[in-house]
Nanobody
Framework: QVQLAESGGGTAQTGGSLSLSCKAS????????MAWFRQAPGKEREVVAY?????????TYADSVKGRFFISRDNAKNTVLLEMNKLKPEDTAVYYC???????????WGQGTQVAVSS
């Protein structure tokens, strides 16, 4: 069982920045693909970015956040970070950290953290 604990988020103005952090409680941290999802009110949950495990650490981003958001992992701290820059009101959502054996399969989820961007 993997537990994910998110922190960060909050409120920002358009054009501002926020950072999210997710710490995983597992010794097998390195094998997991780690991702950030988000869900805005009335919309389906969507993937924002993910970083693969197994020492590949390839990153992938949703088109809507490319060039603005950056995902990284710190294996020494079992942590994945999401740096969010040039925020837009449409980035407002609850953001979830997820872990799984592949980018198409996530088995563990964090509790979610709110991000609100004002215009």
């Amino acid at each position: 069982q993997v537990q994910l604990a998110e922190s960060g988020g909050g409120t920002a103005q358009t054009g501002g920045s926020l950072s999210l952090s997710c710490k995983a409680s597992t010794r097998t941290w390195k094998i997991y693909t780690m991702a950030w999802f988000r869900q805005a009110p009335g919309k389906e949950r969507e993937v924002v970015a993910y970083v693969q495990g197994w020492d590949t650490y390839t990153t992938t981003y949703a088109d809507s956040v490319k060039g603005r958001f950056f995902i990284s992992r710190d294996n020494a701290k079992n942590t994945v970070l999401l740096e969010m820059n040039k925020l837009k009101p449409e980035d407002t959502a609850v953001y979830y950290c997820a872990a799984g054996p592949a980018s198409s399969k996530y088995e563990y989820w964090g509790q979610g953290t709110q991000v609100a961007v004002s215009s």
